[in-house]
């Protein structure tokens, strides 16, 4: 499940996300403050108790496996600790001048 924090976007975010909310895979808060510690705080206080894993990500971040396994399998290996820290990589252009055409 997905829950989703919107702090003041201005697209088209409720149409796309119209068909995961009525199948249940997404709630949708509004949140009016800009902190992201206090998002996360309200997050922890309220699912908490509907999640074994709960992840902090940005819309713009994502996680992948170098082995392509899914985040699921992944998680199997750490049943019995109660925190993963996950590192950044940053990818840069990769020498494009301009954005491609697809997705990342």
Known sequence: HFYLYNDNSS????????????????TLIPWAEKSQGSAYKHCIRHYRQQARWIAFIDLDEFLFSPKNDSVVEVLKDYEDVSAIFVYWVLFGSSGHQSRPTGSV
């Open 11 to 26: 697209d088209n975010y409720e149409e796309v996300l119209a068909p995961w909310i009525q199948k249940g895979l997404v």
